[in-house]
């Protein structure tokens, strides 16, 4: 059983920052590629950042230069700094996670999403 628990969301004015939380707990082998996706009322879910276990990072074109995404493998832990908020970053936030278990499958696992407000 593995569980991803996310925090950090809340509500918070244009140009402002908030840093967002994944933590995972359960039984975990290894952690692959984690990722953060964001839906806003009446949207598709859409992929935010994603960063390799090895540290390479993507990014959303729309949130270039603003977030960053890290990850610490030893906690198997994720975050999303993100700053200079606009309102179009509204929506709430999804952590996911490639996780292999100790039967060496790997499966995908979601947080359980929290809401970011970005008042103008």
């Known amino acids: 059983q593995v569980q991803l628990v996310e925090s950090g969301g809340g509500l918070v004015q244009a140009g402002g920052s908030l840093r967002l939380s994944c933590a995972a707990s359960g039984s975990i082998f290894s952690i692959n590629d984690m990722g953060w996706y964001r839906q806003a009322p009446g949207k598709q879910r859409d992929l935010v950042a994603v960063?390799?276990?090895?540290?390479?990072?993507n990014y959303a074109d729309s949130v270039k230069g603003r977030f960053a995404i890290s990850r610490d493998n030893a906690k198997n832990m994720m975050d999303l700094l993100m700053n200079s908020l606009k309102p179009e970053d509204t929506a709430v936030y999804y952590c996911?996670?490639?996780?292999?278990?100790?039967?060496?499958?790997?499966?995908?696992?979601w947080g359980q999403g929290t809401q970011v407000t970005v008042s103008s």
């Open positions: 996911k996670m490639d996780i292999r278990d100790v039967w060496q499958r790997v499966v995908v696992y």
């Open positions: 960063i390799t276990r090895s540290g390479t990072t």
